[in-house]
């Protein structure tokens, strides 16, 4: 195990809090405190000391439950989605072809969605078992019912000397229900006002005492139905933008000339309404141009869902100092999705084949491709080539003319079908605690246990690549309607597992310590914490072996990780307080993931009663993800450009300059790219990332009516883990000499494999600042109304891939606004009440664009929210809600020409549109 060395900025950090705490130890005046019966502590998100004043040294925002009731909110995610330091957006479940479509998370402050640590009451939970983006690990929010939720409270500063691994730019802690007394049923019904995502939620909540044990029982029920893109007019179709570009994979044949330049020849009767294979079709009638495939007919915005859960929470006072509780339960919901069908494109080897593909002879012709191919072996002797259709073949459309060729089908597979997926994920959790307190209640404690596991499968009907390749080859007719008996032949139920699971136990005491300052007694709190977290991620042997046109990837393995920290509150005086805690975490794997030291101090000045001064600095980290450690490795094939060469057509096998005549022709392009055998692998070398957070904030209590906070904030992470691209490496080799060791060419020079593996590369830098106003107006006759505006600003976004690319500006791991406002206002008079919610998310760059000009920026986007409600006492209450009340469609990206060519970013627009919902709640 290893300690890293930090910079010296990090060990400035250190020396500051120890020399500090050593000095403010030595304050003379120690004796016994007091505390008044009145006073009622509690723990606030970002310390592990029990407090009386719930406003700290760190930045929290608190969303209650019935924020999400009134601002119009069904879900965790949606409300997460619009919180304004949620500047990196979130993955959600909007446009179902991700790697992770059945579940959410969000990316505070652009860093990752997995650098934001997610707690339930405090406690870890299990990461969703499939990595977004096939590489970086999250927990997955969808799976929290709204219905448990008593409260979210959001810290948006690091907390890896509290929390550990993870808490890089924030924490996000569900604080659940409980201590419920009587039975609350609550019926949502919602639907659009443009068609699809009609949707429903029922939940129950029920707690009765007897005696000294309270037993609280949640159940919750949602459905919603699909949003089809083609229900929206912005994503209606290909075409619905001006920019769009409908598929190439109509149905079209390449056939490649003597020059070795190609030639598209469409299908005869492409867009033919009157023909089985034409009138699925887009004929564009441009001359030479491919024919096309409208693939949004067969998409959707947002997947079907249907959901259950069920909690019970069991509390019990066996003394006055001593209780216990025991909390259990069982979520399970299932995702379906769909997609337009398989592609094949045999030209770029988009299906690469298995161990069992057909060698293909030389043609009958003799034409330019007879014989080659587009990948080798490391050798040099020539691999298959995939889906060639031989010149003088039956199903090759040249044959019979006068120009036969060899060539290559490009086709949209309708006949088996869209893509549907049927995800399901069933979570199980087990948590059991006893709390106290001993000395005169100076001190309390907690002990708990807990055991969480998450189980993921999806099925679906996928194509075996190799089988189809070998039917092409062998005279299956592209232009014509696939029989069945070959759909049946290649076609195979794919089924994809994963599950991850972790069990943990944590202890912490807190208290006053037995001297006092000038300003009270100092208190501490002394934490530890053991998790033992596994996982694995597998697939059928097809699909794991590259050998089908959905692939998949695999993994497994598992970690121990063990915390201990301690923290000292110190009122220096009535005015000064400071507040030390130190952090010591090791892992214990088979990866080189090895130990990390994580200071923190914040210190609050308050000088006068309405004023508080806050500033905190701290050291961050976070464990790489289990499926970059353990990850099993994949292969596939990617098109890259060797920057110095290209193929000669003559001899495939070997490469010629790039300055050499033929290489700058226009018939040499395809020859310039190359598929290339790529495998990605894990890396247990990796390395912890490293970071570093400071905050300095000032809250403002004008008067009892008006408040205002201000935190301005910097994070700093360095040794990011990320996965370089294919073309990234062979271009850092010929630049920079670097990771040409990943690069394997064959005895003449032609790539033969091209190995990505994930390392510690980057680092990414943020500075900006957060504004809060709180208002409340009350008047005789129009009643009370609360406004709250919430601003979050971002001066600058560094991000850097490695040590020798260039710092880029606002782009790179994520794109961000460089404004966010929420403005909410709050109406209640006797037993009416309304809200209104504005949410405006500034320009920025689109998701293509690096350094963008004026005219590659996303627009800026603005959604209203409004609801209304009536309390009718004992007969309940209903709640009437309006989302998107002006119906705004997603911003548009300009860099983007393909569909979804609206920005896809969850959390920073609303894909569904406007939408109606009428929610009645009554108690008993």
Known sequence: MKVHNYSPISKAVRSSIAALGIAILAVPGVQAAEESEDDQKIVITGSRIKRIDAQGASPVVVITREDMDNQGYSTLQDALDSLAQNTGGSVDQSFTFGFVPGASSVNLRGFGNGRSLTLIDGKRIPIYPVANSGTSNFVDLSAIPASMIERVEILTDGASAIYGSDAISGVINVITRKDFEGTEVSVRLGDTSDGGYQNERVSVVAGATSGKTTVNVIAEYQHNDELAASQRDYAASDLANPRGVLSSGGASFQAVNPDFSTETIAYPLCGDPNDPLGSRLVNTGIPGDFCRYNRTQHRQLFPENERAALSVRVDREFTPDLSGYVRAGFSTYETRTNLEPNYYNAWWGGQQPGSNLTTVAPSAAGTVLAGTDFGFLADGSPDYIWGLVPAGSANNPTTGTANERDGFFRRRLFEFGDRTGQLRNDGVNVLIGLEGSFGDAMYDWEASISYNKIRFTNKRRNIISSSFNNAVTNGLDLFQIIPQSVI????????????????????????????????????????????????????????????????????????????????????????????????????????????????????????????????????????????????????????????????????????????????????????????????????????????????????????????????????????????????????????NGIFCENISRNPQGVLANIAATARNLSFQEILGADFTVNYKLTTEQAGEFKFKGELAYVDSFETQFNETSPVVENTGIATQPDYRFNLTVDWTRDNWGATVRYVWVDEMCGVNGVNCTADEFIDTYALTNISGRYDFGDAGRVSLGINNVFNEDPAEDPTNNNWPWFFNNGGYSNPIGREYSVTYTVSF
Do not use: K
């Not at 970690?559 to 805690?581: C, K, N, S």
């Not at 193929?647 to 490469?655: E, F, K, M």
């Not at 790529?678 to 300095?696: D, K, P, R, V």
């Open 488 to 735: 049946d032949s290649v076609s195979f139920d794919s089924l994809r597992e994963a599950e991850s699971d972790n069990f943990s136990a944590d202890f912490q005491i807190s208290g006053e310590l037995p001297f006092e300052l000038s300003g009270g007694n100092a208190q501490f709190a002394v934490f530890s914490d053991f998790q033992r977290e596994s996982f694995f991620n597998t697939a059928d042997p097809i699909s794991l072996a590259g050998d089908a046109f959905d692939g998949s990837s695999a993994g497994a393995g598992e970690r121990d990780h063990t915390g201990i920290g301690f923290e000292i509150a110190l009122p220096v005086t009535d005015q000064l307080e400071v507040d030390i805690a130190v952090r010591h975490d090791n892992y214990d794997d088979a990866s080189e993931t090895g130990s990390a030291v994580s200071p923190r101090i914040a210190v609050t000045y308050r000088p006068i009663e309405e004023l508080m001064l806050r500033f905190t600095a701290g050291e961050s980290f976070r464990a790489p993800d289990m499926q970059r450690l353990f990850g099993a490795t994949t292969s596939a094939f990617q098109t890259v450009n060797d920057p110095n060469f290209c193929l000669d057509p003559n001899n495939p096998g070997v490469r010629i300059p790039i300055a050499n005549a033929f290489c700058s022709t226009a018939a040499a392009a395809v020859w310039r790219e190359q598929s290339v055998p790529l495998t990605t692998g894990s890396n247990i070398a990796l390395q912890e990332e490293e970071g570093e957070n400071y905050n300095f904030g000032i809250v403002w209590q004008a008067t009892d009516d008006l408040d205002f906070s201000m935190d301005i904030y910097n994070i700093r992470l360095e040794e990011i883990v990320n996965t370089p691209t294919p073309q990234f490496i062979i271009d850092s080799c010929d630049q």
